[in-house]
């Protein structure tokens, strides 16, 4: 054990001896071009890991990269991953959003249940602004009266779920003519031979890109999470900001009902039960910095895809549940690692 | 063991002491219920419903209608008031099989009977229950093990999706299904069992990856219809539900209308109402000193495509 602390910080101090050696000498072409490609790598470590863990398991199903899977595991993320898309909105401004799960309950139930009693274009309706509602509570307790988000939001988690109980007195509610409506194209049906649901996530994912990386209203949402005092000091708009990134984020909650209850055709009051801490743990793996003013939505996109394909992957290669979660644990970790020490070029921390 | 012994003695003395007084006495009897978690499914709230009815109905029993609220300390709680109130008896719908163990056992101690109802005390509690009023879990297993022999004319590969992981519920069902495949049944074989947590999208996402991983499935057992009609989705997006035979347990509303289209195989008829009926009737029964078996379980029928216009249709 001692042997290894010792020898560690030898070993990376040689490293860097010989890396300045390496620089006095001057690099010829072949060294600046894997210069290059190391440094886009140690940008894009977590993209590394997808590709890791995509041939990993590859190797041990011959089924897992059919067309027929990859579409599959991409159409049942896309529920998390609308979601995902959202929260990450809401975090890079610096807050958290953990009411997302019975959001989704809620919204699932309300749009099901209506949808046989007032038709299916109404009932979106309905329940989108019903949702809105709810994001709005959220942004208005974070953004103008300025309450921790953890609490708001932790707290509007069984708030919410204690409305969706009252509003559907405990019982399931479902879609009884299945084949006939047009509701069931969101989540049965295809865009040029294209699952929607996995249409709606890329739409969703190219609109919000574009809105954070192009906006100036996404570098407010940036600058409001990277440092709130210098940003309220340069004229944006806090609290408007941090409400409105609660909007966004119930929004992604009202498609991903509707793909949910098109895809089941019926919903229960807990469907959406720890549905919060997966849209986090994708958020997350994306690289989405937990204190605000950092990350990318298209990086969410590939943290949800691994968390997809991790539990894809696992139930293919015949593993039981329980190691399920364990190896789930073991891979986010590992992801996790893979990408900090692309960043920072070693595995453990210089600094003890 | 002395001291259990005692207790034991002193709480059938005065079990009987009070269903001598529930006899001599009283026209009313008082029988307070604490439930699990009303409103959170279906299935609870249509067993509160048909219980207070079930009592209004009796002019003999005047009814404590209490819910826990899936909170076991308010349970705890709600199992002492009960006990202040000095009912006769006691349902108990635990919110948690061992939590209520030591709570169960003051009611006891204090002479109070105690009739657990719909899933099961810990091994523990066992001493210290007049009786068991609930579905028969491992039964409906077999139920439904012996309807998968039959669909597949007792021959093919099959997959199993079992309830959520740790629930009593769901590990009777699984092995009450897997015994009985197994010895009724050896050509039938199980090639992979994972959870769907009662979820229906969880195990339609489960069906899908099963849909990828065997090219051939013959059967799918799911633990409640609920989850049954969501692997029935997912087979018929694959367009290979036709070739699958989908055997499921507690018959839901969705699964009722399913097999009416031929789509569903069969499942196991549990009422919420006969589930309340029983506990209630072997509250009174015990209350009266009559004799009750300790498990005391109602009937769950086997429900297929051709027995099925005898059952109505599941209120949930």
């Known amino acids: 054990m001692a042997n290894f602390h010792v020898e560690k910080p030898v070993a990376s101090r040689g490293q860097q001896t010989a890396r300045v050696a390496r620089d006095i000498r001057g690099g010829g072409m072949n060294r600046d071009r894997w210069k290059t490609i190391a440094s886009v790598l140690a940008r894009q470590g977590i993209l590394v890991a997808f590709a890791l863990f995509l041939i990993g398991f590859s190797i041990f199903s011959d089924r897992f990269l059919s067309p027929e899977n990859i579409l599959s595991v991409m159409r049942s993320s896309a529920i998390i991953g609308v979601m995902a898309l959202g929260v990450t909105v809401v975090v890079i401004g610096g807050n958290l959003d953990l009411s997302v799960g019975s959001m989704l309950s809620f919204s699932t139930v309300l749009v099901v249940d209506l949808h046989d009693k007032i038709g299916p274009a109404p009932a979106i309706g309905v329940m989108l602004v019903a949702t809105l509602a709810l994001g709005a509570v959220n942004g208005l307790l974070v953004g103008v009266a300025r309450l921790n988000s953890l609490i708001v939001t932790l707290g509007m988690l069984s708030a919410i779920q204690g409305l969706t109980l009252i509003y559907s007195g405990g019982k399931n509610v479902d879609i009884v003519n299945q084949d006939q409506t047009w509701f069931k194209i969101f989540g049965r049906g295809t865009i040029a031979d294209i699952p929607t649901p996995i249409v709606i996530f890329a739409v969703g994912a190219i609109l919000l890109h574009l809105m954070m990386a192009y906006t100036p209203f996404g570098r407010r949402i940036y600058a409001t999470g990277g440092n709130a005092t210098a940003a309220v000091f340069s004229g944006v708009r806090r609290s408007r900001v941090v409400f409105l990134t609660y909007l966004i984020s119930a929004s992604g909650v009202a498609i991903a009902a509707i793909i949910l209850g098109s895809r089941v055709m019926g919903s229960q009051n807990n469907v959406g039960q720890g549905y919060e801490l997966q849209v986090l743990a994708g958020v997350i793996l994306g690289g989405t910095s937990l204190l605000g003013g950092a990350g990318t939505i298209w990086k969410t996109v590939i943290g949800v895809l691994i968390l997809g394909f991790i539990q894809n992957g696992l139930l293919l290669m015949g593993f039981e549940y329980y190691v399920q979660w364990l190896v789930t644990w073991v891979v986010i970790i590992l992801a996790v690692w893979l990408d900090i020490a692309a960043k920072r070029g070693r595995l453990l921390s210089p600094i003890a | 063991m002395k001291r259990s012994m005692k207790a034991l003695v002193a709480g059938t003395t005065a079990v009987a002491t009070l269903a001598f007084a529930g006899g001599a006495w009283a026209e009313q009897m008082k029988i307070g219920i604490t439930q699990n978690n009303v409103g959170v499914d279906s299935y609870q709230t249509t067993y509160e419903k048909a219980f207070k009815e079930a009592a209004a109905a009796n002019p003999d029993v005047d009814a404590v209608v209490l819910d826990a609220g899936g909170d076991v300390a308010r349970q705890i709680a709600q199992i002492q008031d009960l006990v202040q109130q000095n009912v006769q008896a006691i349902i108990v719908w635990p919110t948690n099989g061992k939590a209520v163990v030591p709570a169960v056992k003051k009611a006891h101690d204090a002479g109070i009977p105690v009739i657990i109802t719909n899933s099961n005390i810990a091994e523990q509690g066992m001493p210290f229950i007049a009786a068991f009023s609930g579905p028969n879990n491992i039964e409906q297993g077999k139920e439904a093990a012996d309807m998968m022999c039959t669909g597949l004319n007792g021959k093919g590969d099959i997959v199993q999706i079992s309830g959520k992981p740790g629930y009593t519920t769901a590990i009777e069902r699984q092995k009450g299904f897997e015994d009985e495949l197994a010895k009724a049944c050896p050509d039938v ?74 789509e569903y195989y069969g499942s196991v008829y549990q009422s919420p109402i006969d589930d309340a009926k029983n506990a209630l009737q072997t509250a009174i029964d015990v209350i009266q000193g009559k004799d009750v078996p300790k498990m005391n379980y109602f009937k769950t029928p086997q429900i297929t495509e051709k027995n099925m216009d005898q059952f109505e249709k599941p209120a949930f």
């Open chain 2, 189 to 262: 074989k199980i090639m992979d069992t994972q959870p769907g947590d009662w979820n229906r999208e969880k195990s339609q996402r489960v069906m899908e990856d099963f849909l990828v991983k065997y090219p051939q499935i013959d059967g799918v057992y799911a633990a409640d219809d609920n989850m049954g009609v969501g692997a029935l989705n997912a087979a018929k997006a694959a367009g290979r539900a036709k070739d699958i035979k989908f055997v499921g347990a507690t018959n839901f509303a969705v699964g009722y209308e399913a097999m009416k289209k031929g």
